[in-house]
């Protein structure tokens, strides 16, 4: 890709690899921020600083923030934007390969916690899902994601993207659409358009699961073959016979041949216990 002149940053050569779109829009920037509910007795996790554009007004409306950058070839870029932003630090690392509870717990203590990003595209799906189960701390996920994954969020059962995605962060969090972002806003703009999502992370989940570590089995199990019922998809996800997972669904009050695509969290919920209430009579699973 052809290197783009900025105004703050000379030249620099975006990686598409990277997902580096980045904005530029200050009152965006501004927006951005403003919406991701960030308070002064706040810490921030960011994920993918770039140019430390967003970084900046987040760090202007928190107590700390950290920033978390694959790309050493930004460290230098960094530093001189983020040189007065004295409550700001960035740190060199793959997001997927962090542990980041213990970022987290080492930079930041233990006092409320926000993540905000303009993430990159390339792993939305496994950054989302790590952020939510490594940092239940975290009061709210603000992200900017292609729209179409935005309305994956958001689906409901029947829907098209309705699956684990949707369940998980539904189950865990209040889920918002706070903006619709254009292509045009980013440099350089990615292909697809862009929503700013805001997940609130919900006092209690949305509704009671015995085994939360199954819960997470039980989803992404129930979906490896859309196409298939529920009933054979129990039978491979938890290496249940044909009655068993069949008398699963039905204590759990659910219609013999349903798929898993059409079942509430809810009722979702109703199974997982099910199965490991059978876990528990049979001891195994
Ligand atoms: N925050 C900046 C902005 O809004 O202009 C940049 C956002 S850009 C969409 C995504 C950023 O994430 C880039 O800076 C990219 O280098 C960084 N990034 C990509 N993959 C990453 C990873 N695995 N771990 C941490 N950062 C990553």
Do not use: W
């Not at 129930?222 to 491979?236: D, E, I, P, Q, Y």
């Amino acid at each position: 890709m052809k290197p783009k002149r900025h105004a703050r940053n000379g030249e620099f050569h975006h990686k598409h690899s990277l997902g580096q779109n980045f904005i530029e829009d200050e009152a965006l920037l501004e927006q951005l921020a403003e919406l991701s509910l960030v308070t002064p007795e706040d810490s921030v996790l960011e994920i993918g600083p770039g140019f430390g554009a967003l970084t900046r007004p987040l760090s202007a409306r928190c107590r700390r923030i950290i920033s978390l950058e694959i790309d050493d070839t930004l460290l230098p870029i960094l530093r001189v934007a983020l040189e007065k932003c004295e409550n700001a630090e960035v740190v060199l690392g793959d997001v997927m390969k962090t542990d980041l509870a213990a970022l987290v717990r080492e930079k930041l203590g233990d006092g409320p916690l926000r993540v905000a990003a303009n993430l990159p595209y390339y792993i939305t799906t496994d950054v989302l899902t790590k952020l939510l189960t490594e940092l239940p701390q975290a009061r709210s996920i603000a992200v900017m994601i292609q729209k179409e994954v935005g309305d994956k969020l958001l689906s409901q059962p029947g829907e098209d993207g309705y699956g684990p995605l949707a369940i998980l962060c539904q189950y865990l969090c209040e889920v918002r659409r706070a903006l619709d972002v254009p292509a045009a806003c980013f440099t350089p703009p990615p292909k697809v358009d862009s929503s700013f999502m805001v997940l609130e992370r919900r006092d209690a989940p949305l509704c009671s699961v015995h085994d939360e570590a199954l819960f997470m089995k039980l989803i992404r199990g129930a979906f490896v073959m859309r196409r298939k019922t529920l009933v054979n998809n129990l039978m491979s996800a938890f290496s249940l016979s044909r009655e068993e997972a069949s008398a699963c669904i039905d204590r759990a009050g659910l219609p013999a041949q349903v798929r898993a695509e059409a079942l509430s969290i809810e009722e979702l919920a109703r199974l997982c216990n099910e199965i490991s209430g059978l876990q528990a009579s049979t001891d195994r699973i």
